[in-house]
Every structure is written in C-alpha cells, then in structure tokens.
C-alpha cells in the first residue's frame, strides 16, 4: 500500500526555535512535494525534491530528501510567526499522475 | 493573471439541490485533478484528467461528475448533494509527471455547505 506518513501532526513552538518535520513514505519514489497551506487559503508549492540528497533551502525552510530512507525533513531555522501554517508532503510513485499525501503537521509559532 | 481559478469561491445550499464548480487554468498545463478537502485538512483525490481524458477516478459516489471540455477547464458537477459533501474543493493542474517542474498548482478552493 502507497502510504504517506508525517509528524508531527501538530506542534506548537516559539520564535527564535528550530524544528524538523519529518515526512516517510512507504516505498520506493525519488519525487517530493512539499506545500504550505494558510488557514482559509489555498496550497502553494514550497520545494520539488527530485533526487537521492536533494537539499532546497528558501528563507527559514530547508527541505532534504533521503530516498534511501524513504525519509524528508523539512527544517524550520529560527521560526517566526509567520511560519504559522499547515505543511503538507506528497509523494509521487513511479512519476504517477496521483500524488499521495500525508495528512499534514499544523504549525504554530508564538510571539 | 491568475493561474488557476475556480468559481465560485463559497457555495451554500440545500441537500438534494444539483451544483457545479467551475475551474479554469491558463499555465498551458495538461493535467488537471478535483480534490476534496474535509475538516480535517485531509486531501482526497477525486479525479484527473490528462488533454480531456480522465486517467484517475477514485471512489467517490456517482452523484459527482466531472467534465473536461478542453484542457484548460475542468468542471465538477454534484447531483442530490447530501450533508457529507460539504468541505473545501480544490482544482490544481500540473505539466506531466516525470517532468522537471510537475508540482501541482492549486486554485482558491470553493467552500462548499450543504444545509
């Protein structure tokens, strides 16, 4: 079964923190999605990982992917608030049209 | 200049009504794909459609129907809709996989609430 797992679900953390969310998926794939999505909002596309060690860093996030693991971090440097948000990882197995999705880590920063 | 657009962006309504959501791209992508989106920020897949044809038909009741008259537009049409079906639709459309830059891109959903 193509499955998708990420956590945490949900993590509560204050400024100035570093953080890792982890996202593992169940076999075989070398192509990563990760999205952000603000309450109410829409999903935006943050990073595509398409290859064993592929490492994209914008601003604050950082996001690896680890094929052999089966395994992406995405790392949050010195959060702010306006991190705040629910990330989401996707895999796509055998460059398949169907993206698998995990079911997303809500993420709070406090002032 | 947006990329994907759906309408409309809120839709309440009464159980059993017929309804239908509109979505519309303008990146020159070949694909595109309806997901449902519950309370709990899960995301399902309902369906894709590659240059009209439908190449991904999950499991979902009959009463939904979607339509692709070109593939720039991919509508959705909702026959008897029942309590369940209110969540957050979501239209994206993508280049195809395997390509360099095949992420999805999402429209604005359309809010859907089933009274």
């Known amino acids: 079964e193509l499955k998708v797992e990420q956590n945490p679900l949900f993590l509560s953390m204050q400024e100035g923190k570093n953080y890792t969310i982890y996202c593992n998926y169940s076999?075989?794939?070398?192509?990563l999605y990760w999205y952000r999505q603000d309450p109410g909002k829409s999903l935006e596309s943050l990073f595509v990982?398409?290859?064993n060690g592929a490492v994209k860093q914008e601003g604050r996030l950082m996001a690896s992917l680890d094929t052999k693991a089966r395994l992406s971090t995405l790392h949050i440097t010195a959060a702010v608030h306006d991190l705040s948000a629910t990330y989401f990882c996707?895999?796509?197995?055998?460059?398949?049209?169907?993206?698998?999705w995990g079911a997303g880590t809500k993420l709070i920063i406090k002032p | 200049d947006t990329a994907v657009s759906q309408t409309p962006k809120y839709l309440v309504t009464q159980m059993g009504n017929d309804k239908s959501i509109k979505c519309e791209q303008n990146l020159g992508h070949d694909t595109m794909y309806w997901y449902k989106q519950d309370s709990k920020k899960f995301l399902k897949i309902m369906f894709s459609?590659?240059?009209?044809?439908?190449?991904i038909n999950e499991t979902v009741p009959n009463r939904f129907s979607p339509k692709s008259p070109d593939k720039a537009h991919l509508n959705l049409h909702i026959n008897s809709l029942e309590l369940g079906d209110s969540a957050v639709y979501f239209c994206?459309?993508?280049?195809?996989?395997?390509?360099?830059?095949?992420?999805?891109?999402f429209g604005p959903g359309t809010r859907l609430t089933v009274l």
């Open positions: 459609y590659n240059n009209k044809e439908l190449i």
């Open positions: 996707a895999v796509n197995f055998d460059s398949n049209y169907q993206l698998i």
């Open positions: 994206a459309s993508s280049s195809s996989p395997g390509l360099a830059r095949d992420e999805q891109f």
């Open positions: 076999t075989t794939s070398d192509r």
């Open positions: 990982l398409l290859s």
